[in-house]
């Protein structure tokens, strides 16, 4: 069965939109969907300087909040209680009236709707009492999906739970919803086919080669207490007190942690240096890593395209995804995909298993990591086997699996009989 796939996202495509993982989320998933022929909308809080309604094959890219954007020049989350009131009062009846009805005037035709995070919630309500005025609950699955716990206390989850089935991204968040009496379905993000090139083979060999005497680190994330960043320059300032010649290669985000973070490797006698280049891709990062001799943590200040990241994750000796708190754990994945060896905390990474495919730490105590990564510097054929295994892994995570596997059973099988709800 061909179903009519809605998308509702605050980020999406847009530069304007994209900001972290849920904008590859959405887009992963809506390229996913479309390629297997369903006829799909993504709707998101877009570019005020772009089309509204852009078509891509199957797919059709709806632009909202533009109007309210044009006042808000920061990005997406500029002004989002503001844009996340008008998504909720407007889209609904436009999306009902423009979309849904004339394909639910067909014979036999469903759809399905998929709403992101706290914002879409509003949305989701309106959405539900329109679709009962109209008499077409029954045909329509409503889904509202948690990536993360932001926003959770200002959800009113009986009604929301009255109004579409819950998902979230792994069994950890699961758990936490259980926490606050909400019921959720697990359906795992997954990866774009592009997640799966093979990483830029020069590009590698020279930041392999350029550092073949050091022992290279990577760690993207934001930054954030949560993800242990204060935790990986005390693995840097051991390694570097054992004699392990670390080099610790990071890409935090614009949050204020950052400057004490960097202020603490200084404070333990780290040589910190920023970065950046204009060149995209590995080449571009493996030239601009020409210049940071002598330092021990490197400031990665540039955009880390996707090509620079499978090379950046493939040449480094550990990939640090060892978040306290991760209701997913994308980079780790990414890392996988790439042939890197990733080291996850144990929140949300379900697809990590110790020893087999990624190093896994359950405290934020350092010594743990270097117990676990030293055996692989005296076992190299090991680092290998995590290297082959991961990649396998991440294969079954790749967005078409997902979609097969279990978003498209969880459609089938929610009842969507909401008429006397």
């Not at 950890?172 to 997640?195: C, F, H, K, T, W």
């Not at 830029?200 to 550092?211: D, K, L, M, N, S």
């Not at 760690?219 to 207490?225: C, E, H, L, Q, Y």
């Not at 990414?334 to 359950?362: F, K, Q, W």
Request: hydrophobic letters at 45%.
């Amino acid at each position: 069965m061909k179903w009519q796939f809605h998308l509702v996202s605050f980020e999406g495509p847009d530069a304007y939109s994209r900001v972290g993982g849920l904008a590859t989320r959405v887009e992963g998933l809506a390229a996913a969907l479309s390629a297997r022929g369903h006829e799909t909308h993504l709707w998101f809080v877009g570019s005020p300087d772009l089309p509204g309604h852009e078509r891509l094959g199957a797919l059709h890219l709806h632009r909202w909040c533009q109007w309210v954007s044009r006042y808000h020049p920061g990005g997406v989350y500029d002004g989002d209680h503001g844009k996340a009131g008008e998504l909720g009062f407007s889209l609904p009846p436009f999306l009902l009236r423009e979309v849904l009805a004339p394909h639910l005037a067909k014979r036999g035709a469903r759809a399905v709707v998929l709403a992101e995070e706290w914002q879409t919630v509003g949305a989701v309500l309106h959405l539900h009492e329109l679709l009962r005025e109209a008499g077409l609950r029954e045909r329509v699955r409503v889904l509202w999906n948690a990536n993360n716990t932001f926003g959770f206390e200002g959800i009113p989850w009986d009604r929301l739970a009255r109004a579409a089935t819950l998902t979230t991204v792994s069994r950890y968040m699961s758990q936490r919803m259980r926490e606050i009496g909400a019921l959720a379905l697990v359906i795992p993000n997954g990866l774009s086919p592009d997640a799966f090139e093979l990483p830029e083979r020069a590009a590698v060999a020279e930041i392999r080669g350029r550092f073949r005497r050091r022992t290279l680190l990577a760690k993207m994330a934001r930054w954030d207490p949560d993800k242990r960043w204060l935790g990986s320059v005390e693995i840097v300032a051991e390694m570097k007190r054992r004699h392990w010649k670390p080099l610790l290669l990071a890409r935090g985000g614009q949050e204020p942690h950052g400057q004490e973070v960097l202020a603490a490797a200084r404070a333990r006698g780290l040589r910190v240096v920023e970065c950046s280049w204009r060149r995209p891709g590995g080449a571009g990062l493996a030239e601009a890593l020409r210049e940071v001799d002598g330092a021990d943590v490197v400031n990665l200040a540039s955009f880390v395209d996707p090509r620079a990241r499978r090379v950046l994750f493939r040449a480094s000796d550990a990939v640090l995804a060892n978040s306290g708190h991760e209701p997913f754990g994308l980079v780790g994945l990414e890392t996988m995909a790439a042939g890197g060896i990733a080291c996850t905390g144990r929140s949300g990474e379900d697809y990590a298993h110790p020893g087999r495919n990624a190093l896994v730490v359950e405290s934020g105590d350092p010594q743990e990591f270097l117990g676990l990564f030293g055996g692989l510097r005296e076992r190299p054929q090991l680092a290998r086997a995590l290297r082959r295994e991961g990649r396998a892994t991440a294969r079954r995570y790749a967005w078409s699996e997902v979609v097969e596997r279990a978003l498209l059973p969880r459609v089938s099988s929610v009842i969507g009989a909401f008429a006397d709800a």
